[in-house]
DNA sequence: AAATAATCGAGACGGTACGTCTGGTCTTACC
DNA sequence: GGTAAGACCAGACGTACCGTCTCGATTATTT
């Protein structure tokens, strides 16, 4: 009798793809409150069915879309000097997050405040993959012997990203080269080995 | 001639309270995204119209509602220490944001993110008051020869309170005590007078 | 200014009149289901009280708007022959409810339907007169022998006129010159004394 | 190849039966003016939606619901006399009228004022069907020689339905015997041929 | 090549809430 | 001290989407 059977899960991946991009302009044109679930199938001339079928929720729907398309951005780069890789980095984000990604970061946010699906998704697919990269320039700058080696890569990671996503999300201008260079002096500062650090500081302030 | 007409608006300010208690009920029964106005007027017995009437949108509203509860909190001591002062004010915000408080100013956050009305409200209602107190315990921290007098003080609070704010949103936990003093030590040594601050800052860590 | 002193009830009655004038106006306009207490109130510059106060509802109020304006028409003439008189009433009648005081009328009666308050000024303020008038030409022609003495007016009325109201609630055409000479062939015939009533019909036809 | 499709409205034949029952009943008890498309899908347990897929209007809900119901009523016999049947049938519609159907008729009739759409349903749904079952009675009196051949049918009913209406409509009584003669004589004499009514016509048209 | 079965588009369905409109009552401030 | 202006509670309006549920019509293996 039991026999088993093959799982044909045969789903269409090129319907998942028309989904997605029909989703992230969507996103794009009015923003993530005023997606639908509705309008994504009629705009990807889709029934709801399938939508329903692969995604849990909106925000989670919202996330892959936008994971598909802004995920390959944003790396860190390497030249000599940890330290200065990890500036550079932090003023790119701030120039992409000045700009339209900037809006459907912050609603993606936003939104996974009240869906804890969207939230995991989120931090998984987004946040984590960039803070390990960050933890990468910040163990090369460990090996290089620019800082600390007991330094905790998770701690130094939020006292430096936190301040950025903080003023997104408050409507402050992310673009502050004041607030970055200062918030660069407290962190790195903080992290540096070299005991010229604070002199160092002082001077540039 | 042309005496100024007083303005005409009689609202009844025993029904807005009304309003706004039940309001902050469904807030903390149900959460924000489940918070209607259709909800609100019933429990608050009133109709539909009296809301719209005064309130531009359901984010506004529930600002309202939570700070006509949550403002008068959070203050800080003052004590020798301005430093210490900030030290114990950013533990008991963490504490505070640990529990119901901390969900629903995620979520006030989280909806700000659509509405750039409930966003300005609750800057201008939460956000910038406990500002301006964080100010005064900086003003202070200079004043006695505790701090640098050349900090901005909307830097450093960024910085402080920034990453707390960031792991509040990203799901990260919020009592973390390494994580805390950890930031202290960045930022208040930051800010510090004393030669002293790195060599103390080495001690500790 | 000119401080014009007491003249208690004086304002009243130039009120009621710009309320009745602006009633008539939207009824004109929008048609009865369209008209509001509170569009006449605002077109009328009067507050939704005073109002209230005199009518006891919409159907009443515009009852009364539509009688101020439109009663003193739809007059019989008074020639030789009431017979005559009569059917050239009864053409009047239809070319005038043929056009917007047609409309109005179907209205009325339309609304009267839901309203008994209504229903009754209606037929007090309107039918009624119309009624009376009619059966005034009736007796005339009693007198002078065209009709039968045992005649009972009521029913000739509602034979004669029941149809057009009848065609104007249904859509139908109202001054359709077969239907009108067929329908006055019957009933007139019918009350006719003379065996010649019968040939004067066919001369004419 | 090119089939004609078939066309896609899969509708739910049993939720419309249920929402006509429900409109029948709250139409029954509370009459026109208080029925409400919220208060039938509550009743019906159905969704808003579902009645506004299927009906463009209040009345257009109300007058299906009637014509479910009442249709299959007010038949004409068919006795030797064909004047008889008609002057049966005149009674059996003011008796029927003189009840709950009446009331209902005078409010879709009164409806139907402020509603094209209504007015049309109830025309060809409920008054014309009636017409054509009189026309036939009218034919048959023609072909036995009853009635004169050139009477025009159309204007016949309303000459003798009119004044029914009229004063259904106007709050008359509609089961006065002596009106309803009354009527019968100036119409059903109107259009017989037999010499009692009027022998001079007969003979010459 | 035919049979089989998951997947698809379409959209009807019972619902919830929206934001608006109006009803009828009650309140306030001016004249 | 009467009235305009309008706030108030109530509740229906017609619309937008929700998430579930059929429908046939593709397709893509499996037999």
Redesign the pocket.
Known sequence: MSIEK?A?????QA?LEVILAATYELLQQNGFD?L????VAAR???????I??WWP??GALAVDAFLAVVSPQLSFNETASASEDIRQQVRRLAAVYDGEVGKIVREMIGSAQFDSTTLALFNEGYLQPRRTAAKAALQRGIEQGEFRADLNPEHVIDALYGPVYYRLLTGASIRDEAFLSTLEAYVLDGISLKGTACDQRSLRE
Do not use: F, L
């Open positions: 093959a044909p899960r045969r789903r269409n319907t005023r639908t679930i509705e309008g990807a001339g889709v029934g709801k069915t399938t329903y079928r929720s909106r």
